[in-house]
């Protein structure tokens, strides 16, 4: 028996158009993407145009049909985590922009201080020290020393009335904070220090995280804030 070959005619036209893309690498771009209705016409050209004494096998249809609304449902669901991410993004963005204005304590040595306010701080020791000295400076020099006669391991929180040695009110600005004490083999031992400063601007990072620029001019991640004030 002879080979069936079918006759090309006009019938054909989606069908040798769709081979055609499928050797042409310009137009299989991304951005040609096949959906489930495209699928749906190439396999109906497929199966009037096949050869009767070779038909297709119809499971096969069916199996990549599956796949292809699997397929689409899956891209589906993708935007709409894509969407419901962009909006979690964007809500915490307005959240992080409320802060702005508003007092933030994080690790450093650089503070905003308010004259005639106290400015708090804390101490942070992972070992018990004795004579702890706390030295409050600005761009001149020296303004103020603290003495504390021991604090435990741990946190300690310090006042500064915002007076210099000589109880002179010291004006608004950035201030530095350094302390020290003795530890238990009378060695000199920093201390870590936890500042307020006032948040002036809120950042977005291209990964969706947050940095906020404060007063002392420090830029500082959202998630190293440890307390917010008014």
């Known amino acids: 028996m002879a ?14 158009e769709a081979m055609q893309q499928a050797s042409n690498p310009s137009s299989s771009a991304p ?12 396999l109906t050209t497929q199966l009037q145009n096949q050869d ?4 297709m096998d119809p499971t096969a249809f069916v199996t990549d049909l599956t796949q292809m609304s699997q397929l689409e449902a899956t891209t ?13 993004q964007n809500l915490q963005t307005m959240q992080a922009a409320s802060i702005i204005g508003k007092n933030v304590q994080v690790s450093g040595e650089d503070f905003s201080h308010v004259q005639d306010q106290t400015s708090q701080f804390r101490l942070n020791s992972d070992s018990a020290l004795t004579d702890v000295t706390i030295v409050v400076s600005d761009d001149n020099g020296v303004v103020k020393e603290l003495s504390i006669p021991s604090m435990q391991a741990g946190e300690k929180t310090v006042d500064w009335n915002g007076l210099d040695n000589v109880d002179v009110s010291k004006p ?21 220090t936890v500042v307020a400063s006032r948040v002036n601007s809120v950042g977005v990072n291209s990964d969706g995280t947050m940095t906020l620029t404060l007063a002392t001019g420090e830029r500082v991640a959202m998630d190293t804030v440890r307390e917010i004030s008014g």
């Not at 951005?31 to 190439?42: E, T, W």
């Not at 608004?172 to 870590?192: C, F, K, M, R």
Request: negative net charge.
């Open 31 to 42: 951005s040609n993407v096949m959906g489930q209705a495209d699928f749906l016409r190439l």
């Open 76 to 88: 589906n669901m993708n935007d709409s985590i894509l969407a419901m991410t962009q909006s979690f």
């Open 52 to 55: 009767p004494s070779k038909p």
């Open 3 to 16: 080979d069936y070959f079918p006759d090309i005619t006009t019938g054909n036209a989606d069908y040798l």
């Open 172 to 192: 608004s600005g950035v201030y530095s904070l350094t302390a020290y004490g003795t530890n238990a083999d009378g060695d000199l031992q920093s201390i870590d």
